[in-house]
């Protein structure tokens, strides 16, 4: 079997732009298939959920994003997605996670990063909880799927799969 750790901006593409639609519904068979496993950081939960709420509630030039209805059904679909661990599993943070994040900060810190900014803090702690499910499941059945090349680029650079998706 074959094992992913998605980030939020790889689930939002889910949820986000029409012009990712095709993109975005690649990804949601892929997940309800059921050829693969995929996880998805505890945190990045709430992230998914205060992003399509800022969409439907900030506005933009008198614009929202989204409207009422779009951001209904975007929450209504996220949580039957992580309801019952059906299709994504929640991974918690912990100690062992900590200690990983030991092993990205030096690549971190020492990879060019060219135009992109560097990684927050939960970034790290994503990679560091792709260094631990990468040594449960082994190299060759596990990668990190994210829509954030800086960290897809430091993921590797610190030999934990990742792909830009």
Not at 17 to 26: G, I, N, R, V, Y
Not at 57 to 79: C, D, M, P
Not at 107 to 129: C, Q
């Amino acid at each position: 079997m074959q094992y992913r750790l998605l980030d939020a901006s790889t689930l939002l593409l889910i949820f986000g732009e029409e012009s990712l639609k095709e993109k975005s519904f690649d990804l949601l068979k892929e997940i309800t298939s059921g050829d693969k496993f995929f996880y998805i950081p505890q945190f990045c939960i709430l992230e998914v959920l205060n992003t399509i709420s800022k969409w439907y509630y900030r506005e933009v030039n008198g614009q929202r994003k989204i409207t009422l209805e779009q951001a209904k059904q975007s929450i209504n679909i996220f949580s039957e997605m992580i309801r019952n661990k059906e299709y994504l599993y929640t991974y918690e943070f912990n100690q062992n996670h900590i200690l990983n994040s030991n092993k990205i900060f030096p690549v971190e810190h020492t990879t060019p990063k060219g135009n992109k900014s560097y990684l927050s803090t939960f970034d790290i702690a994503i990679i560091a909880m792709g260094a631990e499910l990468q040594f449960v499941h082994g190299k060759e059945n596990f990668s990190i799927i994210s829509s954030d090349k800086r960290l897809v680029d430091v993921s590797n650079a610190a030999s934990i799969n990742a792909v830009l998706y």
